[in-house]
C-alpha cells in the first residue's frame, strides 16, 4: 500500500500545472495575438480620429447653417466597405463603422437628436441609436413641431416616427423649406418607420431613395419603384427607389438618402 500511494504521488508531481497544458498554451497564445490586435485597432482608431478633426476644417467641408453631417460620404464608405467584407465580417461592418463615423464627427462639433416617436414601442430609439451612435445627444421632443424647430437652428437632427395621426411631413413639405430628410430608419422589411430629418446642404445628400410629400395623392413622377407609406387629407408621403435625384421642393421632393 506504500508503495502504491509513493508511485501515485510522484505521478501527480509529474502532471503539468493547468497552465502549462497545451491547451491553456494555446489560449494565451490566442489571447495574446487578440491583445496585439486590439494595440493596432486602437493605434489605426487614434489616427483616423485625427484625420477626422482635420477633415471637419478642410475648405469642402460644410460650414454656415448647415449640419455637420456629409450622408453621401457615409453611404460610399459603408458600402465600400460591406462590398469587401466577408461572411464573417459583414454583419458586424454597419455598427462598428456608424460608431466609428459618429466618434469622428464628434471631433469636428457636436450634434443633438431630437426623437419624436409618437405611438410606438421605443425601438425608434434604438434605430437611431444605431444610426448615430453613442457620440451624439439625444432629446425627447413632446411632439413633431417641437423637433421640426429644433432641426431648424442648424446642429440638431430630428428623428420622426411615421405615425398616422400625426402626419408632420406635411408641414416639412410647406413650413420647412432649409429642411431634407437625409435619412430612414427601417424595418426588418426595409419599410421606413422614422425619417431623419435635417438643415442639410442638398448636395450632401446620398443617392438612392427619394422622398416625396405632394397634394393630390399622386406623389413623385412615376420613376422607379415608388411606395405611398402614408396619406392624410389629400396628401400623399412616398418613396421611390432610384427616382429622380433632382432636390425640387415645387415636386414635392423633401429628401433623399442612399
Known amino acids: 500500500m506504500l508503495t502504491n500511494t509513493r508511485a501515485q504521488t510522484e505521478a501527480q508531481d509529474t502532471t503539468p500545472a493547468n497552465d502549462l497544458t497545451p491547451e491553456c498554451l494555446t489560449l494565451q497564445a490566442l489571447r495574446h495575438e487578440i491583445d496585439r490586435i486590439d494595440d493596432e485597432m486602437l493605434e489605426l482608431l487614434n489616427r483616423r480620429l485625427q484625420i477626422a478633426r482635420r477633415v471637419g476644417k478642410a475648405k469642402d467641408a460644410p460650414h454656415g447653417p448647415f449640419l455637420n453631417l456629409r450622408p453621401d460620404r457615409e453611404a460610399a464608405v459603408l458600402n465600400r466597405l460591406l462590398d469587401k467584407a466577408t461572411d464573417l465580417t459583414r454583419p458586424a461592418v454597419g455598427p462598428i463603422w456608424r460608431e466609428v463615423i459618429a466618434a469622428g464627427l464628434a471631433q469636428q462639433g457636436t450634434i443633438t437628436v431630437a426623437l419624436w416617436r409618437g405611438v410606438e414601442d421605443g425601438r425608434t430609439w434604438d434605430r437611431a441609436r444605431q444610426r448615430f451612435g453613442s457620440q451624439v445627444t439625444y432629446v425627447g421632443a413632446g411632439n413633431p413641431k417641437a423637433a421640426l424647430d429644433a432641426a431648424q437652428l442648424g446642429e440638431t437632427v430630428a428623428v420622426l ?3 398616422a395621426d400625426q402626419p408632420w411631413w406635411i408641414d416639412l413639405a410647406r413650413d420647412y423649406p432649409d ?9 426588418a422589411r426595409g419599410t421606413p418607420v422614422a425619417l431623419c430629418v435635417g438643415r442639410m446642404d442638398p448636395k450632401s445628400l446620398a443617392t438612392g431613395r427619394v422622398f416625396s410629400a ?11 419603384r415608388r411606395r405611398t407609406l402614408a396619406s392624410h387629407h389629400g396628401w400623399t408621403l412616398s418613396v421611390t427607389e432610384g427616382g429622380p435625384q433632382a432636390m425640387d421642393r415645387t415636386r ?3 429628401g433623399r438618402c442612399g
Do not use: Q, R, T
Open 161 to 163: 416616427n411615421l405615425s
Open 214 to 224: 405632394v397634394p393630390g395623392g399622386d406623389a413623385g413622377e412615376g420613376e422607379g
Open 252 to 254: 414635392g421632393v423633401i
Open 179 to 187: 429642411l431634407w430628410v437625409f435619412e430612414s430608419l427601417d424595418d
